[in-house]
């Protein structure tokens, strides 16, 4: 699409950017698919690669593991768990057709140790996936571990829970989760758009089936 | 052909406590002292004390009244012996044969070796190099006997060269002091005026046998390479459990870097002669009283490069405080084992990602220790509690081919609960196990939803309700 010369120049410059499109330099490969269509779309392709990504959940366990178990599950995926709530059940994690050898899990209670092992994970090339646990991450910390993710173009996902005003933060994405009836996204910030409000995502599909109840 | 390189370290001593020390410290006039018949003399200096005037030989009071900082510390044979055979090992990459010659002395037969380092010269590069990672003193010297190889080293005389000529020549401008014959017997010779060996050597040895005694024909022969006294070559010990003294307290263990990496730098080569890895090591700081501080260090994955080995080592070591001063520092490497088996498999890419999987897990383990950097594993047990356990990392976790319905998460222990808050969505699932131990359960396990519309695992059994995991 060609601009008018001085419209032109403004997005040079960088002043003026284009709402829902994501720009042409973006390839496909540049985005993981996160597994699910509704979120894909809504993210120009799913998650960016070299990305620290926020969920803050409403309350533990209301599916945030879910949603991410696509991207878990692949062949190709090694993962660092760093503080996790409570034990990552191994015959539940095969059942989601996990390969349980690679997958790392690290407790450690001093914060600063715990970002260490992220940004560790992170430099490696042997780890793909980072998902860290944390009350709430201060924004230099945000902005190391985007850095790390950023030149070696890794995934990190940190769940914390809902926070109540928003502080900026160096994420790339950060949704909100809740439940209602199904999951619902929200979207709080994003690459190439505005936020978004909550919408349904189907991840109860990875999950024992639910019945209506009576 | 010169089949015999001798190696001649003056200051062996001295060079190598410097160079378990930061470099800074070497610019500082230091020097080793000996009492020799009531006299003490200084026997070894550095650089910085040779330069300002401090001589070999010279007595201890003028030496330190000509530096008056000059540092003084007392010689000690043993432990330069000791040294020496710890050099050799290093050298054992390279030389296949190598005799110890106590306290500063190696010999190394050359000929078997012309070949694999591409001739005379690529062997003398090929100590060079290796050489050059230490920052010891040192005379080499070729010879066509191994006494000649060292009477050269000894003397100061660099002789590299394949012509038995040049070595000849050398030898013969050689003063009688430097023979290495008893005092006695160079006293005889001088007195004659044979003051060169060229001149002894010029003789007949009928008549030098007729004049000075047999011990002088031998001597000659050996000189001459016509008689050899049998050599015992050096074999590397199949152990590493090496120590090296501090010539000043430490406090502290950045301080202990210096001589770490010295040691590890042993460690490796000792790997390499055998072509071994390892997976554990025993760093240990001893003291002056009571026991030594132990720092076990244990590999995810096996290593044998002194880089990985130090850089694993700091991060151990930065979470252990030394409560006394260190005044000796040592190493052992415990189960070492073969790199053959790795190696193979190496090309195949999924090893090489393990590989870098393990070294990840090496480094976290060293600085959050072991037990919290863990891996998932499933087991043939009925009884949920068993079935799934988090244990301390093993590359080699097996992953089952379950297939029934279980949560992602467990809790750590199972939460009492009430029936009212759940909708029961599916099951039960009665799991009766444990009868052969003193965990026996007895449960009905359900899939339910809580006030939020969360999938949890609860079961029932006779004390009531329990919840005891999450599905997302």
Redesign the interface.
């Known amino acids: 699409m060609a601009y008018p010369a001085q419209v032109e120049a403004l997005v040079q410059k960088g002043w003026l950017w284009q709402g829902q499109e994501v720009p042409a330099n973006k390839a496909e490969q540049q985005f993981l698919s996160s597994g699910w269509a509704e979120l894909d779309t809504r993210l120009g392709g799913g998650w960016l690669r070299g990305s620290v990504n926020e969920l803050q959940v409403r309350q533990p366990f209301i599916g945030e593991l879910a949603l991410l178990l696509p991207v878990l599950s692949q062949a190709t995926t090694t993962a660092l768990w760093v503080n996790p709530p409570v034990q990552p059940y191994a015959p539940g994690l095969c059942y989601q057709k996990l390969t349980l050898s690679r997958h790392v899990v690290v407790h450690e209670a001093d914060d600063k140790l715990a970002l260490w092992t992220a940004e560790q994970a992170l430099h490696s090339d042997a780890v793909n996936i980072v998902l860290m646990w944390h009350a709430g991450l201060s924004a230099t910390a945000v902005r190391r571990l985007q850095q790390a993710a950023e030149t070696k173009q890794k995934l990190a996902f940190v769940i914390t829970p809902w926070q109540q005003q928003e502080e900026a933060r160096a994420y790339v994405t950060r949704l909100q989760l809740e439940r209602s009836d199904s999951l619902a996204v929200r979207i709080l910030k994003r690459r190439f758009g505005w936020p978004l409000p909550p919408f349904p995502c189907g991840v109860d599909a990875r999950l024992p089936r639910r019945r209506r109840a009576l | 052909m010169n089949a015999w390189l001798y190696l001649h370290f003056p200051h062996l001593l001295l060079d190598y406590q410097l160079a378990l020390q930061p470099p800074e410290l070497s610019t500082m006039p230091q020097a080793l002292t000996q009492s020799h018949a009531a006299r003490r003399t200084v026997v070894q200096a550095n650089n910085a004390a040779l330069q300002q005037g401090v001589q070999v030989d010279m007595a201890e009071v003028l030496a330190s009244t000509l530096v008056p900082q000059l540092k003084l510390h007392d010689y000690d044979a043993t432990k330069e012996s000791a040294m020496l055979t710890q050099l050799a090992q290093v050298l054992y990459q390279d030389m296949a044969q190598i005799v110890l010659q106590p306290p500063q002395g190696l010999l190394f037969e050359v000929q078997s070796l012309l070949r694999l380092h591409q001739g005379f010269a690529g062997v003398v590069k090929r100590m060079q190099a290796r050489l050059q990672q230490w920052p010891l003193r040192y005379i080499l010297s070729s010879g066509y006997s191994p006494l000649s190889a060292k009477l050269l080293a000894a003397s100061g005389h660099s002789v590299l060269s394949t012509e038995p000529a040049d070595v000849k020549a050398a030898i013969a401008e050689l003063p009688i002091e430097y023979s290495g014959l008893p005092e006695p017997q160079i006293e005889k010779l001088r007195n004659v005026g044979l003051l060169t060996l060229g001149a002894v050597l010029q003789l007949p040895a009928a008549e030098l046998g007729a004049r000075f005694g047999r011990a002088i024909t031998t001597y000659v022969a050996e000189l001459n390479g016509d008689f050899s006294a049998p050599q015992s070559f050096y074999h590397p010990p199949h152990r590493f459990d090496e120590q090296v003294e501090l010539n000043a307290e430490v406090h502290s263990w950045p301080q202990l870097l210096f001589p770490l990496k010295r040691l590890l730098q042993q460690v490796e080569s000792f790997l390499e002669i055998h072509q071994w890895s390892t997976r554990a090591l025993l760093i240990r700081a001893h003291h002056r009283t009571g026991p030594a501080t132990q720092v076990p260090i244990q590999f995810a994955h096996a290593v044998w490069q002194q880089r990985d080995l130090l850089s694993l080592s700091q991060l151990h070591l930065e979470r252990q405080k030394l409560k006394q001063p260190v005044l000796a520092l040592s190493v052992r490497v415990q189960r070492p084992e073969s790199r053959q088996a790795k190696e193979q498999a190496m090309f195949s890419a999924p090893q090489a ?2 590989d ?2 393990n ?3 090496s ?2 383990q060293a ?2 220790g072991e037990s ?7 087991h043939d047990d009925w009884r ?1 509690e068993y ?4 244990k301390p ?1 093993q ?18 222990q199972a939460e009492p609960t009430e029936r009212q808050q759940w ?1 029961l ?2 099951g039960p699932e009665r799991i009766v196990s444990g009868w052969w131990n003193a965990d026996t359960i007895a449960r009905d396990y359900y ?1 339910a ?1 809580d006030q ?5 695992w609860i079961y029932q059994c006779d004390k009531g309700w329990f919840l005891h ?4």
């Open positions: 990602q393990t870098s999987l070294a990840l897990v480094r976290l600085r959050l919290k950097v863990q891996s998932l594993h499933v949920p079935q799934g356990t988090l990392w590359s080699d976790s097996t992953s089952g081919g379950l297939l029934l319905p279980r949560p992602a998460w467990l809790l750590p909708q969505q599916w899939i939803l939020w519309q969360r999938q949890g995991g999450w599905f997302s």
